[in-house]
C-alpha cells in the first residue's frame, strides 16, 4: 500500500461547480498534512496547511480525519484557474524529515 | 515570502557528462533541503536530504555516488548528477522547510534532457 494515495483523476468539471478530493495516509504517525497545487511543468506550490478542526481559505476547504487517515480538499465555485493537479502531502516524521507527496489529482475546469 | 532560487531551468546535455543543479533559499537560512525527481505524469519522488554541513541521505534505490548532493552553506546546496544518461532525464526539484512543519518552498525547477 502507498503511504500516501490519491485518485489521479482527471476530474473535468464545469466553471461554477463544486468538487472534492480525498487523500488517505497510511502511517497513523504522520504530523502534517498540506494540500498543493502543481501547474503543468512547474514547481508546487503551498495550497493550504490542513488543520485538525478543518481550515478554510476563501473558496478552499481542507479537512482532516485522523481516525480514517484522509485529508480532503473542497473547491467552491471553481475557477478556470483551478485547472491544475492537486499535491496532497505529508509528513510522517516528527521533524521536517520526511515528506510524502501524493501521485496527485488532475483537476481541468471547463468553460 | 521564503523564496527558493534553483539554477539552471533547463539544461541538455550529453550522454556521460554530469550536470549540476544549485538552490539557494534567498532570505531565508535552509538547515534541510530536499531534492525531488519527477517523471512525465508521476509525482514527486523524493531522492535525498540535504543537511547543512553533514552528508546527504538518501532514499532507497537513489545511488549516491550518481546523484551528489553538496550543502555547504545555510544558503546553498547542489545536486550533481553524474555520467548523465538518457534516463536520468527528469524534472527535479529542491524545496526548503522555513517555517518548521508549516510548509515547504519549493525551487522552480530543472528540466534536464540527456541526449
Known amino acids: 500500500r502507498k503511504e500516501v494515495e490519491q485518485d489521479p483523476g482527471p476530474f473535468n468539471v464545469p466553471e461554477g461547480a463544486t468538487v472534492a478530493f480525498n487523500c488517505t495516509y497510511s502511517n497513523s504517525a504522520s504530523q502534517s498534512f498540506f494540500w498543493y497545487r502543481q501547474d503543468c511543468r512547474k514547481e508546487p506550490k503551498l495550497l493550504m496547511s490542513?488543520?485538525?478542526s478543518g481550515n478554510e481559505d476563501g473558496r478552499f476547504t481542507a479537512q482532516l480525519n485522523r481516525a480514517s487517515q484522509y485529508i480532503s480538499l473542497l473547491i467552491r465555485d471553481s475557477k478556470l484557474s483551478d485547472s491544475a493537479t492537486y499535491l496532497c502531502?505529508?509528513?510522517?516524521?516528527?521533524?521536517?524529515?520526511?515528506?510524502?507527496f501524493g501521485s496527485g489529482t488532475r483537476l481541468s475546469i471547463r468553460p | 515570502g521564503a523564496v527558493v532560487s534553483q539554477h539552471p531551468s533547463w539544461v541538455i546535455c550529453k550522454s556521460g557528462t554530469s550536470v549540476k543543479i544549485e538552490c539557494r533559499s534567498l532570505d531565508f537560512q535552509a538547515t534541510t533541503m530536499f531534492w525531488y525527481r519527477q517523471f512525465p505524469k508521476q509525482s514527486l519522488m523524493l531522492m535525498a536530504t540535504?543537511?547543512?554541513?553533514?552528508?546527504?541521505?538518501?532514499e532507497q534505490g537513489v545511488e549516491k555516488d550518481k546523484f551528489l548532493i553538496n550543502h555547504a552553506s545555510l544558503t546553498l546546496s547542489t545536486l550533481t548528477v553524474t555520467s548523465a544518461h538518457p534516463e536520468d532525464s527528469s524534472f527535479y526539484i529542491c524545496?526548503?522547510?522555513?517555517?518548521?512543519?508549516?510548509?515547504?518552498?519549493f525551487g522552480s525547477g530543472t528540466r534536464l534532457t540527456v541526449v
Open positions: 490542513v488543520y485538525s
Open positions: 524545496s526548503a522547510s522555513h517555517r518548521g512543519n508549516y510548509g515547504y518552498t
Open positions: 502531502v505529508v509528513n510522517i516524521g516528527s521533524s521536517a524529515s520526511k515528506i510524502i
Open positions: 540535504s543537511n547543512e554541513g553533514s552528508k546527504a541521505t538518501y
